[in-house]
């Protein structure tokens, strides 16, 4: 599903990390893997080590710390704030919503549309969708997107699947019309019926989390998790990723009329180092315009890379100049979603430690 | 088929395939080569195998054959 807009940018990113460092070293003991396969592991990968955060911390608390950050250094007003989007598979409760609850602590405004969106890998191209859509709308100019996963918890520490890739972080996003009017192209694709390929079983209203749902089962290749753990398919989601990817960025380049090679950076979710170099291949894009070091620095945190991986290659190069980027998620649902657009003069596009 | 048994080769880190053997048969085998695998599949010979699609194979040249056929 393709879709086009217009007068609408980017005003700013800020990612926000936890302090705490994990390196792969220190959890790579309790993988059934010899230390040699474990290095072979890292190697292949590109794992080093990843930001976790501390037991009791939320995503709503990074998103929080971040908003508190633009509004104390006056790059963000409360009353200018007319949509609240928060992206996340790592809710805070059942009910309320996530948003609402950040909205209340900062007690912002009543003519404000908060939304909780359950989204993953893609969640900061399907955010930005939405955003964008809610900004045809005469009565909002400005709409912040949150993006937020703290999933650590989820993951096995004896899932060498998983655990050494994942990380916890937040972005906030400000998007807002523009006076710009140059197009902004964006797809999204959806296939449901892989929609287990990435999954927790337990914890939800299908399979409330019992004492049976805690206990450690052995898979085939000698992870252990219980079904309240996050469970990965890494060949299917391989083989998903290689397979509708490239012809989505085809499909995209050619709606906007630009050539591959046109494009400054390539910003795509980031699963590991070996499935990003091997799609950058397959594109026929040189690696050094796809940067594959969010994961060895951060981990991955869903949604978040992207943000992540614009604010930690780009920095303030993007407070002034302006590129062109192509920005693409892919994973859980299955859903895959990318966006072309210009993006600079941004106001802020750093990162923050919590 | 020389070829695609070289880079299994390689993958397992071997010098040299028993093409009569499984891919389980070989202590080098793990899930990183299966994974390495599936990648070369879809890079150089652009095929989309399981995971448990590979290890069905009762030979590596029953493999073999299945992708060069």
Redesign the interface.
Known sequence: MDFVFKNKRIGGILTILPKKVVKFEEEMGNYS?SPA?CM??KL?MGYKEHRIAEPGQCSSDFCKFGLQYLFDNDLLKKEEIDALLFVSQSADYYMPPTSNIIHGHFELKHDCLCMDINQGCAGFELGLIQAFMLLEQPSINKVILMNADVLSPKVSDRD??SKPLIGDAASITIVEKSDDDSTIYANIKMDGTGAFALNIPAGGFRMPSTSETSVMEQDD?GNYRSKDNLVMQ???V??FV??EVPPMIEHLLEQADVQKEDVDWYMFHQPNK?MLN?LA??LGVPREKMPANIVENFGNASGVTVPTCISFNLGEQLTDKTMKLCMAGFGVGLTWSSIYMKMGNLLFNNIVEF | MEELIEKIAEILEVEEVDVNKKFTDYEEW???C???L??ML??DYNM????KDILAFNSIKEFCEAVIK
């Open positions: 893997f396969k072979k592991l292949a060498r699947n290749a890494g060949d299917d391989f083989n290689q397979r070996f091997k291949d397959k | 793990d899930s990183l299966g994974l390495s599936i990648a879809d890079s989309t195998m399981k995971n």
